[in-house]
């Protein structure tokens, strides 16, 4: 039974604004399978920055799922900036027209990211096998259009110089063709989720941004810092369920507006973290 892990951490982008704290992601997420949930060091794959380019994302994530068989554990950890473009399906995005991506380090408007069409597509393993997805980065929401993109809805850094949100704000012809109501991340994994036991962490709810802060002077995602500190604390003995809550007190007691989503079989909920 084989354990596999693909972790991505964007800090430095080629074209748009940078974050701060993906990198520590990535170093942590490696630390924390590793020394907590048995993955081999060989079984850990990392990409960051200027790595992290759309095409050695997809390359990797194809290394991810191929021969992925009954009692194989996956896990996909992205840390960057999301945001959402224009569909080049029309029969695809009836609701609003924008399909929700994650942003590569070589990320344009034009084709150079990760769809969540290519996700669905891609993210596609057998029976038996537990996907584990865990995004700590900003892709879709619910309100006006521009409450949602202005940084002035639920967000968790807009005023704060410790704190950036991992949003990318879309260009003004992207963002005229917005109905207004934004689609839930965990549209992403929807059709994945049909063929195989599929976990879904989202950073953050449809109306807010994930945060990039400084913790214990060194910059994190919010999410991820707390995601890791909890089944660090617990050895890994947390299920699901339970370090969904504890991520969520942390958050809050911390003044972060962001509220996590955990989207995952009955059963899954109630396992313990990177289980089977």
Known sequence: MARRALLVGVNDYKNVTRLRGCGNDVYDMS?????RAGFDTMDVRAVADDR???????????????????????????????TQVRDRD????LEDGLDEVLCPYDMDWDGRHI?????????????????EV????????????????????????????????????PPVDILIRHSGT??????LFRSAARASKTVLWSSCAESQ???????NGRFNGAFTYYFCEHLRQSQAALTRAELLERVRGSLSQAGYSQTPELAAPAPLKGAQVFSL
């Open 134 to 169: 865990i995004l700590d980065a900003c892709h879709s929401g619910q309100g006006s259009t521009q409450v949602a993109f202005s940084g002035t809805s639920q967000s968790s850094s807009s005023d704060d110089p410790e704190r950036r949100p991992r949003f990318l704000e």
């Open 52 to 82: 992290a380019t759309r095409d050695n994302i997809e390359s990797r994530i194809e290394w991810l799922v191929s021969g992925a068989k009954a009692g194989d554990l996956l896990v996909f950890h992205f840390s960057g900036h999301g």
């Open 209 to 215: 941004t994930a945060a990039d802060a400084r913790f």
């Open 182 to 187: 934004r689609l839930p991340v965990q549209r």
């Open 31 to 35: 630390l924390l399978l590793k020394e």
């Open 115 to 131: 769809s969540d069409d290519y996700l669905r597509a891609k993210l596609q393993v057998p029976d038996g096998v537990v996907l």
């Open 90 to 93: 029309d029969e695809d995005e």
